[in-house]
């Protein structure tokens, strides 16, 4: 590893502790459905709250559907989605590198054995999972960003990625640079998320009085 990106890990990880004031609410329809936790009405209660998962990877989507911060559907945004496989077997499995982070940020002492992002070069309807330890990040393309107004898409070839580049633009970058990135974008995505969902209730409740 050289020095540039021995110091994007360590803003990487620095960031992840800031990140955890940005912490994202899951809807309300969502959380009543989660299993209740003593630790409910803390911000514990964002910890993963399925049961240990020794195998994540098997039947994947079908195991996590929703993503456990936005509830969006992890099959729909398949090409971005992330897994966080934590050291206690507990897996979080999220839409994007958002959040990933976000998991990251509010998990602090449950430490990663494993992070896997879908490979957005591999062909097929559904993108494979692989290990973010060795895939390529395109960071700021013209390719689809998922709650982000930047895209940050992971590739298990290098020279896939390279590829993507050369026809859509951006930077490239190890998993610690994308999500440092995420890091910062965090505070401005995140308000422009609630803006949107702010939005999308008001014109469904005007709906209901028509």
């Known amino acids: 590893m050289n020095d540039l990106q021995d110091e994007s890990r360590r803003r990487a990880l620095g ?7 940005l912490g994202l609410l899951a809807p309300a329809a969502v959380a009543a459905e989660a299993k209740s936790c003593p630790t409910d009405g803390t911000p514990n209660q964002f910890v993963p709250k399925g049961s240990p998962d020794p195998s994540p990877l098997t039947d994947e989507l079908k195991k996590y559907p929703k993503c456990p911060y936005c509830a969006m559907d992890r099959t729909k945004f398949q090409y971005s989605r992330h897994l966080v ?5 507990l ?16 998990n602090l002492d449950r430490v990663p054995k494993a992070i896997y992002a879908a490979d957005f070069g591999a062909a097929g309807e559904i993108k494979p999972l692989v290990k973010v330890d060795g895939a390529t990040y395109l960071i700021g393309s013209k390719l689809p960003a998922t709650l ?16 993507a580049k050369a026809e859509q633009g951006g930077e490239l970058g190890s998993f610690e640079v994308a999500l ?18 702010a939005e999308m209730r008001q ?4 709906g209901k009085k028509g």
Request: glycine share 4%; aromatic share 4%.
């Open 85 to 89: 496989h934590y050291e206690d077997d």
């Open 148 to 163: 982000s107004k930047k895209s940050k898409l992971a590739f298990a070839s290098a020279d896939a990625a390279t590829a």
């Open 15 to 21: 960031l992840i502790a800031a990140g955890s004031a």
């Open 180 to 197: 440092l990135e995420t890091y910062k974008n965090l505070g401005e995505d995140t308000i422009a998320i609630r803006k949107k969902r």
């Open 91 to 106: 897996a979080d499995g999220t839409c994007s590198i958002h959040c990933a982070a976000v998991s990251l940020a509010i």
């Open 203 to 206: 014109q469904a409740a005007e």
